[in-house]
Structure formats: structure tokens, C-alpha cells
Nanobody, 115 residues
Framework: QVQLVESGGGLVQPGGSLRLSCAASVSRASINVMGWYRQVPGKQRELVAIVARGAGRNYADSVKGRFTISGNFAENTVYLQMNSLKPDDTAVYYC?????????WGQGTQVTVSS
């Protein structure tokens, strides 16, 4: 069982930046995919950014050029740098990892973009 601990959400003004962090509670380098999803009330959870071991990064079109995902597969940590935030980015952000063929989710962290 993998547990994920997220941090870094909060309230920010439009145009501002936030950095989300996520650490997985495993001591082995067994995670092969890490990413971030987000969800707003009444809508499905959607992919924000994802990175696979030995592969490139993928982003939702809505965040390309503004968000950057970085994953450390040796330390089992993943970060999401969010710049030029917009009110439409307001959501609960969830950390996601895949270990072998099992998916794990964090508890979610609220990001609110408002003036």
C-alpha cells in the first residue's frame, strides 16, 4: 500500500504562482508513473500533467506553457509548478502514482485562484 502526502495548495491571486508537492511512502524505486489531476464540484476528475519513468511529460492543453511537472523516481516525489494561474485553475488537485499495475491517489489539496 502506497500513501501519498500532498502539500502546497492555497489561495492565490490571478497571475500568481503555487508549487504543489507530493511524496510517496515507499522506500523502493517501484513507481513508474506520477502525475497530477484536478476536480471541481460537479465535474469529472481531469488530468493536469503526468510523467512516466524514462518517458516524457504530458500536459492538459489548458495548462501547457504555464505548469511544469517534475518527478524524482529515485526519491518518489513529484512536484507541480503552477505559474500564471487563472480563476479556471481553481480545483482540488490530486497527486497520482502508479506502482506496478496499481493506482494510488493523494487526499487532495485545494487551489483557489481569486482576487
Amino acid at each position: 500500500q502506497v500513501q501519498l502526502v500532498e502539500s502546497g495548495g492555497g489561495l492565490v491571486q490571478p497571475g500568481g504562482s503555487l508549487r504543489l508537492s507530493c511524496a510517496a511512502s515507499v522506500s523502493r524505486a517501484s513507481i513508474n508513473v506520477m502525475g497530477w489531476y484536478r476536480q471541481v464540484p460537479g465535474k469529472q476528475r481531469e488530468l493536469v500533467a503526468i510523467v512516466a519513468r524514462g518517458a516524457g511529460r504530458n500536459y492538459a492543453d489548458s495548462v501547457k506553457g504555464r505548469f511544469t511537472i517534475s518527478g524524482n523516481f529515485a526519491e518518489n516525489t513529484v512536484y507541480l509548478q503552477m505559474n500564471s494561474l487563472k480563476p479556471d485553475d481553481t480545483a482540488v488537485y490530486y497527486c497520482y502514482v502508479r506502482e506496478f499495475r496499481l493506482d494510488y491517489w493523494g487526499q487532495g489539496t485545494q487551489v483557489t485562484v481569486s482576487s
